[in-house]
Each structure stands twice: as C-alpha cells, then as structure tokens.
C-alpha cells in the first residue's frame, strides 16, 4: 500500500489537505482489502483518524523507541498513551471482527454499560491468568528484539526447549473450537 497507492498519491508532502486525504485513502484502501464490509471501512477510518493527530503534529516517526527503557514501570504519561493506545485499538479491531455494524455497536454498548457491579463472564480465570504470564513476561523482556525468545546464553537448550514444547501443549490444549480463518469467510 505504502509503495504504490501512498508514495504515488504525495505521502506526506504537500498540503496539510493532501496529507488528510492520503492518510485517509490508505486506511480505507486497507479496510477494502479486508473485506467488502462497513465494519471493514469503518476500521480503516478510525485508523487513520488515530493517525492523523501525529502526521499533522509531525511526530508520526518519533516515540519508537521502548517503553519505559531502562525503568522497571512506565511513567505516569508513558501509562496512559498505553491506555489510551490499547482502547483505541480494540475499539477499532471490534470493528474489524463484528459482522455488522449493528453488531459493532451493541458490542460496544456492552462494553460501557451503566452497571459498575457486573463483569462480563467472557473467558475463564485460567484464561485471564494466563494472559496475565504472558503480559508480565513480555513487559520484563520488552527490550530485547523478541519478548517470549529465552536468551540461549542464560538458558540451557533442553530447558528452553522444554518451556516452548509446554507453552506449544498449553496452547493446543486450551485452544477451544477452532474458528476459520477471516479471509476464508467470503
């Protein structure tokens, strides 16, 4: 997309309306790919409206480096753009998996119902607590250029390999009903 719809439209020369224009059209351009549905469209959209705050402030290739590098815990600034990143996501991939835009909607109606005392029964603890191992494993190791790769140079080869074969068996045998693939669903 980059190389022949972006570059060729301008990229990121030009006027602050062509900038807008370009942005939008490989978002959008992106959700088409995915499919010929709204939800997909939609998807694109809020992308490249997530997107355009930083190429318009010119800031869109700063902020790559590592979370709270060299600090055990995030700041309090670095904590709430994650927030605020991981939010917008997930809005925009609910999106991207309802399979219509009603659907989306009373999703995320869900998500913000008025009630504080309930919590949604989606997954079971096991499930959460895994989550969890995995999150704080990939937090602690997030300098390296893959989080879950044990170092060879720390770690013996038959332990390291004996932890990926019991995370493979975990993940077979809590992988639930299989679901095909998106693409295949046309």
């Not at 055990?72 to 904590?79: I, Y």
């Not at 096991?126 to 770690?155: A, C, S, Y």
Request: charged share 10%.
């Amino acid at each position: 997309f980059r190389d022949y719809l972006y570059i060729p439209l301008g990229g990121s020369r030009g006027s602050v309306g062509n900038k807008i224009r370009n942005t939008f059209v490989i978002f959008i351009v992106s959700g088409f790919w995915h499919g010929a549905n709204w939800t997909f469209i939609i998807w694109g959209a809020l992308n490249a409206l997530y997107f355009l705050p930083l190429l318009l402030a010119g800031r869109n290739r700063q902020n790559l480096d590592t979370v709270a590098q060299g600090n055990w815990l995030p700041s309090a600034r670095e904590t709430l753009q994650m927030l605020l990143t991981f939010g917008m996501t997930v809005l925009a991939w609910i999106c991207f998996r309802a399979e219509s835009v009603g659907q989306a909607i009373q999703y995320i109606e869900g998500i913000f119902q008025t009630s504080l005392t309930t919590f949604p029964d989606v997954f079971p603890i096991h499930v959460l607590i895994g989550i969890v191992v995995v999150v704080l494993v990939e937090w602690i190791h997030r300098e390296k250029q893959h989080g879950l790769q044990l170092d060879p140079n720390v770690t013996p080869r038959p332990l390291r390999w004996g932890i990926y074969m019991i995370l493979s068996f975990l993940v077979a045998f809590f992988m639930g009903e299989p679901n095909p693939f998106i693409y295949f669903q046309f």
